[in-house]
């Protein structure tokens, strides 16, 4: 039985096929005292909506008539959580794990410092054969957005998400003033994710492009909000050097396109990174730096 209480955040666009099997495999948690589910549909026109109204009556629904993006919704539905965790679940993602509420709060009760947990995630349109692993916890630098847990407490200790990054970089955003204000980020294997997505095939999708320009522009964003001065020239132009290495001098074009892109809205956004620079300081760097890596991808052992 659990002692704590629960929100799972869901946000979704025109993926109601994709909402309905998540909806449909966490049905179990949704049954439960203690739990409150919430689904914001980010201006869909393929019946979400009315889908969730018809047959989920229980889920807390809200509705942008037109998108307002995804960190409007993350932040919106966090800002009103009113239970003591929050998981941040993806429309294409689902609990594998049988019982994962009763880890993550029995894992939040003994770490105290733990302000948000990443699970053990794996990528594929199939569910994994074999779940088991030998990965411990640890602490990370960072986490996947696809599938988390927020200490509430934590949350409403650090500013939103950046709206204005628009997709990419949130995480580590927020993972930077998790680690400003003390909080700690720790991996939890014991809870398992299935993220219904194939990664392999994303560099041939429409939106290459897209993806990399917005990739590149947040990390060069977090650079310059959190990095110590003296470190940005260097790393940016690593940054740029191994995008022209690995993709632009083997003919990648549209590579080149999102690079250039990307520093333009560089510049465009320097107003909104110089009003929410929190920048550490060389030994405060120096400290994230010898944390873990986020662990993003699973695979099962063979």
């Given at each position: 039985?659990?002692?704590?209480?629960?929100?799972?955040?869901?946000?979704?666009?025109?993926?109601?096929?994709?909402?309905?099997?998540?909806?449909?495999?966490?049905?179990?948690?949704?049954?439960?005292?203690?739990?409150?589910?919430?689904?914001?549909?980010?201006?869909?026109?393929?019946?979400?909506?009315?889908?969730?109204?018809?047959?989920?009556?229980?889920?807390?629904?809200?509705?942008?008539?037109?998108?307002?993006?995804?960190?409007?919704?993350?932040?919106?539905?966090?800002?009103?959580?009113?239970?003591?965790?929050?998981?941040?679940l993806d429309d294409?993602?689902?609990?594998?794990?049988?019982?994962?509420?009763?880890?993550?709060?029995?894992?939040?009760?003994?770490?105290?410092?733990?302000?948000?947990?990443?699970?053990?995630?794996?990528?594929?349109?199939?569910?994994?054969?074999?779940?088991?692993?030998?990965?411990?916890?640890?602490?990370?630098?960072?986490?996947?957005?696809?599938?988390?847990?927020?200490?509430?407490?934590?949350?409403?200790?650090?500013?939103?998400?950046?709206?204005?990054?628009?997709?990419?970089?949130?995480?580590?955003?927020?993972?930077?003033?998790?680690?400003?204000?003390?909080?700690?980020?720790?991996?939890?294997?014991?809870?398992?994710?299935?993220?219904?997505?194939?990664?392999?095939?994303?560099?041939?999708?429409?939106?290459?492009?897209?993806?990399?320009?917005?990739?590149?522009?947040?990390?060069?964003?977090l650079f310059f909000?959190?990095?110590?001065?003296?470190?940005?020239?260097?790393?940016?132009?690593?940054?740029?050097?191994?995008?022209?290495?690995?993709?632009?001098?083997?003919?990648?074009?549209?590579?080149?396109?999102?690079?250039?892109?990307?520093?333009?809205?560089?510049?465009?956004?320097?107003?909104?990174?110089?009003?929410?620079?929190?920048?550490?300081?060389?030994q405060e760097y120096?400290?994230?730096?010898?944390?873990?890596?986020?662990?993003?991808?699973?695979?099962?052992?063979?």
């Open positions: 039985m659990l002692n704590s209480s629960f929100s799972i955040l869901i946000t979704t666009k025109n993926r109601k096929d994709d909402l309905a099997f998540t909806l449909q495999k966490i049905q179990n948690l949704l049954d439960k005292e203690k739990i409150v589910c919430v689904v914001f549909d980010d201006g869909s026109i393929d019946g979400t909506s009315d889908f969730v109204k018809e047959n989920y009556p229980q889920i807390v629904l809200h509705t942008n008539k037109i998108s307002k993006g995804y960190l409007y919704c993350r932040n919106k539905m966090l800002n009103e959580t009113v239970t003591d965790f929050a998981i941040s294409d993602a689902n609990f594998v794990t049988e019982k994962p509420l009763e880890n993550i709060e029995e894992y939040f009760e003994k770490n105290k410092k733990a302000g948000l947990l990443g699970f053990r995630v794996f990528w594929s349109k199939e569910s994994p054969n074999n779940v088991f692993s030998n990965d411990q916890p640890t602490r990370m630098k960072s986490f996947v957005g696809c599938a988390h847990v927020w200490r509430i407490k934590a949350w409403k200790d650090i500013p939103n998400y950046p709206e204005w990054f628009v997709f990419y970089g949130e995480e580590d955003f927020a993972s930077y003033q998790l680690f400003k204000k003390n909080w700690e980020i720790h991996y939890l294997p014991y809870v398992l994710v299935n993220h219904r997505v194939d990664v392999v095939t994303r560099k041939n999708n429409n939106d290459y492009a897209l993806r990399l320009q917005r990739s590149l522009r947040s990390g060069w964003y909000l959190f990095y110590p001065i003296s470190i940005i020239p260097r790393k940016m132009v690593y940054s740029i050097w191994i995008q022209l290495k690995s993709k632009v001098f083997k003919g990648d074009l549209k590579a080149l396109k999102a690079l250039v892109l990307a520093l333009f809205d560089l510049l465009f956004s320097f107003p909104k990174i110089i009003k929410n620079a929190n920048r550490l300081s060389m120096k400290d994230f730096q010898n944390l873990e890596d986020a662990k993003i991808y699973w695979k099962p052992e063979k």
